[in-house]
């Protein structure tokens, strides 16, 4: 049972961003939608229920997602840079990567081999320098099975989710189908729904639909909560 405890005024704050999608709607090119799986669902397709995790970097990002997922029961050191990196990532059986894009390569040379966890890239290539920057995490992690998930949105989402109703959406895409069910799992453990739009491939318009909302949401002053699909119709 998860408690994030959230103020009722900025529940419905961010509730007031929310922008249901209308008749109209058409689905954005990040190829196939999937459904988004019920939390209970997700529970049921992960074997473990307790999951170890690594946050490399504890900032708006590190920080909120570690304070969610230990309300969720979960295992999770967190770590900046002033702590070792190396024993943040040797905790995780999950590693999020949750630093800005400039620190990347040097993060992930100092977590040391990363092979056979489950490693979410949450960071944002906001100057479009990479083409993918997922695709430089997996270079740089070669063994880790990289999920491209939490960047999409905003930290303050990831405070309120638990309040909002319907629950607002998360893309993520991976190549590993194991490692996708864990992380939808950790998405639907703070109150979102995963939205899996496929392999790693798809991680560049992942980041590019990334910069587009934070440019809406920011720029255009419309706020955190921009975005929701419409749930797939079976
Ligand atoms: N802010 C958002 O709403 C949001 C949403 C989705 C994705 N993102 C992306 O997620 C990433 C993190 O964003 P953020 O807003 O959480 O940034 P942030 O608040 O500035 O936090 C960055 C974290 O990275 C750590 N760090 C930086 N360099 C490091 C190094 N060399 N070794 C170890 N730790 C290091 C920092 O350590 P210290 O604690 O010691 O400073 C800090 O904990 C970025 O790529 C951003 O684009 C942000």
Avoid at 4 to 33: D, I, K, T
Avoid at 85 to 91: L, N
Wanted: negative net charge; charged residues 20%; aromatic residues 6%.
């Amino acid at each position: 049972m998860r408690s994030v405890s959230v103020s009722s005024s900025r529940a419905a704050c961010a509730a007031a961003f929310v922008l249901r999608a209308s008749a109209g709607y058409q689905p954005l090119p990040l190829g196939e939608l999937v459904a988004a799986p019920s939390a209970m669902a997700m529970h049921q397709l992960r074997e473990e229920s307790v999951v170890k995790i690594g946050s490399i970097g504890k900032g708006n990002v590190g920080g909120a997602l570690t304070r969610l997922w230990q309300q969720a029961g979960h295992d999770v050191r967190a770590g900046g840079r002033d702590d070792s990196v190396a024993d943040v990532a040797a905790h995780g059986d999950v590693v999020l990567l949750a630093v800005g894009a400039e620190a990347v390569e040097d993060v992930l040379q100092a977590a040391g081999p990363l092979d056979g966890k489950v490693l979410i890239d949450a960071t944002n290539d906001i100057d479009a320098k990479f083409g993918s920057l997922a695709a430089r995490v997996a270079e740089l992690a070669p063994g880790a099975k990289v999920v491209k998930a939490f960047n999409a949105t905003f930290a303050p989402v990831f405070d309120a989710a638990a309040q909002l109703d319907p629950p607002a959406h998360l893309v993520f895409c991976g190549d590993d189908e194991g490692a996708k069910k864990t992380v939808a799992g950790l998405i639907s453990d703070i109150g979102m729904a995963p939205i899996d739009v496929g392999g790693l491939d798809q991680a560049a318009n992942v980041e590019a639909f990334a910069r587009m909302n934070i440019s809406v949401a920011y720029g255009q002053g419309r706020g955190p909560q921009v975005y929701r699909f419409d749930t797939p119709q079976s």
